[in-house]
């Protein structure tokens, strides 16, 4: 097993992936910027390099500094965790190139799935069925008009290097088309540095539901069920599940059996979750593969009883898949909670600052993953995830009765964060009834009552 490990990333991930070093026996070294010298993920590696001042351009997106800290500290492996460098094929490929071990796939595989448009032609053709909409990147807007009028609108334009629900614009007519179409392409260009575009028809009344897989290199690829993550606002995930509300076994195995030919398909080495969207009728649609783990991967860890980024270190270095073919068993229902430091009374408002009270709740069935403690201070420079709720039951309605005690037992004080919020949600009878689809946080902020 590898001796000493980078971990190219902050906050809850780069403590979830020093955990599993420490497991596994591996030395772990951390990066931090300026800003976060005090935390936990600092504290808890073996060893620690300051990459630079607060802008991830300068620290944590700065492949240049990340490997020169891996050469100074004699760590033979990279493990870059979600966003950051973590779809970042040339990454992949400087690490291979220095001789460091890319805890992911490989810079083809990346670029295979990375960009949006191209994992789209990818999928149409290993036979996956992906939503109507262009063949490839929409050079200009009189394309545009054709293919949405072809289609029928509403349509949503989408960046191809978009990600985390940014880089979208669902466009409801033609007079909207022009404004929009330059609009999504200008944003592209300034968030993701590629003003590519694809158009897609726009799926009302869809739920998002995708599918851990996870490949080694001895060419074994399978899939270990699917995570709802249906619960979103604007295109972020609030919550996700596994098992889905309704999901047959007879859905699981399609949607299965197609996430493994996607793998297949590209050689995929590694962790990696295929997104669909399906309708009323069942029917799904491939949206997109995100070649990494996923913040949501701890609910399908609960459900199958698997350690997914320990599974990720083994299988970077070579060694088999520990986890059977076939159809995963899952037991009971896990959901997820994202804890943000934002003001949800106030349009979601991100709310940095130092947390005065940290006081976390406990109990069966529940997993916290987070990196805040008493005095941490909540930098503004970064995502505002302060903390993932993992609740478990036996069923569904076990594991919402956890959700909604931890969410109201879980203090959080000298910053907003979204917990009254999800409690509500809690309490839903839309959402306990289940099966939500992705309109639902929408309707529920117009019945909400705020505090
Ligand atoms: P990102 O990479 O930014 O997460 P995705 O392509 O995965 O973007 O889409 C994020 C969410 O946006 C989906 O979960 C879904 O709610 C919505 N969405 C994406 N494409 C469509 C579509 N064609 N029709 C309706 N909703 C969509």
Redesign the pocket.
Known sequence: MFKKLLVANRGEIALRIIRACQELGIKTVAVYSEPDRESLHVRFADEAVCIGPASPTESYLDAARIIASAEITGAEAIHPGYGFLAENAEFSEICRRSGIVFIGPSANQIQAMGD?ATARETMQRLGVPT?PGSKGLVPDLENAKGIACDIGFPV?I?ASA???????RVVENEEELPKLFHTTQAEAQATFGNSDIYI????SG?R?IEIQIFGDSHGKVVHLGERD?ST?RR?QKLIEESPSSGMTSQMRKSMGKAAIAAGQGIDYVGAGTV?F?VDEEGEYYF??MNTRIQVEHPVTEVVTGLDLVKEQIRVAFGEELSFPSGEPSLQGHAIEFRINAEDPSRNFMPSPGCIQTFQPPGGPGIRLDTHLYTGYQVPPYYDSLLAKLIVSGSNREEAIVRGRHALDSFIIEGVQTSIPFLSQITRDDEFIAGGVD?GFVERFLKRWVKE
Do not use: F
């Not at 978009?162 to 979208?168: E, L, R, S």
């Not at 897609?200 to 799926?203: A, D, F, G, L, P």
């Open positions: 949006k939503v949503m989408k978009g990600g985390g629900g940014k880089g979208m897609e028809k726009y799926i869809i998002h993550c979103q295109h997104e969207l949206i997109e992705t």
